[in-house]
């Protein structure tokens, strides 16, 4: 009767330790499981941020743009070449897309002229057709342009 209660208080003791080391073990897995939510929020709020400090600087950009255009800082088919491109990685919706239609007809007409090396590399004859083949879209596309250019201006997306 001795060993029983023996092999009985025994098991009690290893049912008890056994209790504790998997207690531990879940408040352990808790535990990460609550650190890593918290990681994965501040991730998540740090790369919102990053998005929106983004978003604003493209629209600064469009902003500083329209307004070079204005300034005659730029010429018109590198104003729609970097505004298409800036509205482009804003992603904004066709509705504006087809609103300020112009910078992308103009970039479209002229994207075909090589630019930085591929300029270089080509003849002076070469780049004397493309310069009035450029003159000439920008002709065709500066009231449009232009008028675009005024719109968007004091415009977020």
Known sequence: MNWLWCFI????????????IATR???KVYRQQKERAAKLKALEEANQKAQQEQREWLNKSVQILAQALHNDELSLTEACIRIS???DSLNVQVAVKEEFSAFYQLRDKTAHIPYLEAWKQLS?????QFDIERL???STFNDFVMDAAKRIQGRAF
């Not at 290893?14 to 209790?19: G, K, N, P, S, T």
């Open 9 to 20: 208080v025994l098991g009690a003791l290893i049912i008890v330790v056994l209790a504790a």
């Open 25 to 27: 073990l879940v408040y």
């Open 85 to 87: 491109g800036c509205l």
């Open 124 to 128: 002076k004859a070469e780049q004397n």
């Open 136 to 138: 000439r879209h920008e």
